[in-house]
């Protein structure tokens, strides 16, 4: 059975641990949080690689590190900046919150309905085996789309509120997709932290 309350979700899923936290900041904080990183943060908007030909990636982000690992997905191979005040003092609300430890955070913002981020796993070897990784959401609401691997019955879909925490952990990088869609709604801008936790190889 699904555990459900106002503070805590945690789904029952095969090959999968989630759990939601819709009021993990308040709105007050939420909304100042969205206002400083909007302003604070150095947007890279980075350039991918699909079957050989150039795009632009379709949102912003920024790559925070506490060592100088580089991070790579995709085409793209991202290095970290220096953690800013603002950031780090979430990551530590974050690791009090789950008991786990981050390194790095890759920040996205979704600048409207045009940005997407497409069916992935966050997979990389340097994630380690069964990665924890926490997604904190601020702004405009957007669905979180998941579907299994195998299990073809295995879709669902979550609203990520502005100030909410998704922690996914467990094998579910292994056997499951995640993605953010594209939407021809009218919407305003969200910014998504994921925290990880990157391993030396
Ligand atoms: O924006 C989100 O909620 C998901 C971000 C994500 O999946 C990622 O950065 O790997
Ligand atoms: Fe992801």
Redesign the pocket.
């Known amino acids: 059975m699904d555990l459900f309350s106002e503070e805590k979700q945690v789904f029952n899923l095969p090959d999968a641990e989630l759990i939601y936290y819709p009021n993990f900041l308040s709105k007050q904080e939420a909304d100042q949080l969205f206002d400083t990183l909007k302003q604070e943060t150095d947007w890279q908007e980075d350039d991918i690689k699909i079957f050989g030909k150039v795009y632009k990636q379709p949102r912003l982000t920024t790559l925070y590190g506490e060592n100088n690992q580089p991070y790579a ?1 995709s085409s793209i191979t991202m290095n970290p900046k220096p953690f800013t005040h603002e950031v780090k003092a979430i990551k530590t609300k974050i690791e009090t919150k789950t008991e786990h430890q981050f390194n790095t955070v ?1 920040l ?1 913002l ?1 600048r409207n309905g045009n940005d997407s ?1 497409g069916w ?1 796993a ?1 997979n990389e070897k340097e994630l380690g085996k069964n990665p924890v ?1 926490a ?1 904190l ?1 601020i702004g405009e609401e ?1 669905p ?1 789309h998941f579907k299994h691997r195998k299990f073809k019955e295995e879709r669902h879909k979550l609203i ?1 509120k502005h100030g909410s925490l ?1 922690i996914m952990k467990g094998a579910m990088q292994h056997h499951w997709l ?3 869609a594209k939407t021809k709604k009218a919407i305003g801008e ?1 910014i ?1 932290l ?1 925290f990880r936790k990157l391993v030396s190889l």
């Open positions: 997905y890759l996205n979704y981020n992935h966050d990784i997604s959401t957007r979180f990520l998704l995640h993605q953010i969200r998504n994921t």
